[in-house]
């Protein structure tokens, strides 16, 4: 190469270097943003690992940078522990505000309780909590106290969240009559226009809606970028999920239960709001992890009453009590057995001959042996009552329809019964698929229901308000609160019938 020709291409860069540098829209870097999302969904008051989450937490905050982490949460903080039972969020929410959460959206299970326990855990709460398709102006406990949408900045950058929450909380949950709920879709569209109308280019759905409809959240509603969803308990095989059909992707994310894991995701937007790269995944929280110090002190207060709660030995099982989700939301189990006699035998005193008890809300498996007062709350842990209602048998028969009427979604509908036994086709149509019924007598033996009777029903008051679809409860006649709750009342019955050893009994029987 002569000298006169290197000269020459010396120069020629300098002047392309110059050129560029003088050039801002054909930087490579300096429209771009990046955010690390941490999240989590359906954690049921299980914070024995919250030392553990916020450990991670103050990980990634010191890693990219406090501004530049949003933490949130996607519903169903209550319900599910001792915790709960004792606490009703108070300790939830405590130690989410010291975590430092950006925000989170109602799920079904906040309802639990109904408007006011949920109204105090919102005044607790240090972040926002939104839902917007639900209209909260007529009920006065939660009215101007839930947010449809926030607008969180981090590292000069404005992101727009949005919350959803699942329509079946009106019957799956005790939002009250007073709570109008609204088409999720729909609204989607109009909060996204909202938020781009204010000069907002990244929005974030904050949803608890279930993964397939956050799939048609992503391809029906243009606008949104990210989705952090909760509700179907979802350990994704693809973190994240991607739906890019329109080109402008759209990332779906969530992160199981009951914080067995803290999702992260790490994104990178240009300055007109588009994604342009991404990675994630979802990080296991168990023992390696150290526990936050301060949160572990705190974590042993509130720990004290639970612990001696959860000791109290109340009787023994000779066999494991089997309440395994996927099998009480579907099958007979020895355990469902055992907490609808023990609501059939509480309500004698009312003259009930039916227990009808709902399979989602049976919690937990008991193992062999000893069985504490804890055990049986995690095992029903919303404190319901029961309810006692005389239904005719074509009622029973049309309640028993809607409890196998989602079987294949493993909704918790499913009846789990007592003083009955039922046979059902799962390939029949929808409203056909019980094929007999059978009442139990008082010698023990089984005769056909007559749909003319009328026969007293022991239900949960949940049931008895129409929940989890049991609309035809509510036209009973001579409803009776006994005011007995259902785990006290399981309490009792094993007290009494200790050692216990319920069996499988055919009271459910698929054709």
Not at 357 to 385: C, E, W
Request: charged content about 25%; glycine content about 8%.
């Amino acid at each position: 190469m002569s000298k006169k020709f290197f000269n020459r291409l010396v120069v020629t860069l300098v002047i392309v270097l110059l050129f560029l540098s003088l050039v801002p829209s054909l930087s490579f870097s300096t429209d771009a943003f990046s955010i690390t999302i941490l999240h989590t969904n359906d954690t049921h008051s299980h914070i024995e690992e919250i030392a553990r989450r916020v450990t991670l937490i103050r990980q990634v905050q010191k890693e990219v940078g406090r501004n530049k982490v949003l933490l949130l949460d996607a519903g169903d903080v209550f319900s599910g522990t001792p915790y709960f039972t004792i606490y009703k969020g108070s300790a939830d929410v405590r130690f989410m505000n010291y975590a430092g959460y950006d925000a989170m959206t109602l799920g079904n299970h906040e309802f639990d309780m109904g408007p006011n326990v949920l109204a105090r855990f919102i005044e607790k709460a240090k972040f926002p909590i939104l839902c917007a398709n639900f209209d909260f102006s007529k009920e006065d406990a939660l009215k101007d106290k839930v947010k449809s949408w926030v607008i969180v900045e981090k590292g000069g950058e404005k992101f727009g969240v949005f919350g959803l929450t699942t329509p079946e909380t009106a019957e799956i949950s005790s939002p009250g009559k007073n709570i109008a709920i609204n088409d999720y879709l729909e609204t989607a569209k109009i909060i996204v226009k909202e938020l781009e109308s204010r000069g907002i280019n990244k929005i974030i759905a904050l949803s608890h809606i279930g993964w397939d409809n956050d799939v048609r959240l992503a391809k029906e509603v243009e606008g949104i970028d990210i989705i952090v969803g909760g509700h179907s308990h979802t350990l994704p095989k693809s973190y994240p999920t991607v739906v890019a059909d329109d080109n402008t992707p759209t990332l779906i994310v969530q992160a199981n239960e009951y914080g067995k894991y803290l999702g992260r995701l790490d994104v990178i937007f240009n300055n007109a709001g588009i994604i342009q790269s991404w990675k994630g995944n979802l990080i296991a929280i168990d023992s390696k992890i150290k526990e936050e110090s301060l949160c572990k002190i705190k974590l042993e207060d509130y720990k004290k009453p639970v612990t001696k709660l959860m000791n109290t030995v109340v009787g023994e099982s000779l066999i494991d009590l089997d309440g395994e989700r996927s099998r009480v939301r579907s099958q007979e189990t020895n355990l469902a057995n055992l907490v609808t006699d023990a609501m059939l035998a509480k309500a004698k005193v009312v003259n009930a001959v039916i227990a009808i008890q709902n399979g989602g809300g049976i919690r937990a498996s008991i193992p062999k042996g000893k069985i504490t007062l804890g055990q049986i709350m995690t095992v029903l842990p919303f404190g319901n009552y029961l309810v006692t209602l005389d239904l005719t048998g074509q009622q029973i028969i049309e309640a028993l329809e809607n409890g196998v009427s989602q079987v294949k979604d493993l909704a918790g509908r499913f009846p789990q019964v007592s003083g009955l036994r039922f046979v059902w086709d799962p390939n029949a149509d929808v409203g056909k698929r019980i094929v007999s019924v059978e009442i139990k007598n008082p010698d023990g033996t089984y005769q056909p229901i007559d749909p003319t009777r009328t026969y007293r029903v022991v239900t949960n008051n949940f049931l008895a308000q129409g929940g989890d679809g049991y609309t035809v409860f509510q036209k009973g006649t001579n409803f009776i609160n006994l005011g007995f709750v259902d785990y006290d009342v399981l309490r009792e019955y094993i007290q009494k019938n200790s050692p216990i050893n319920p069996q499988i009994e055919g009271r459910i029987i698929k054709k």
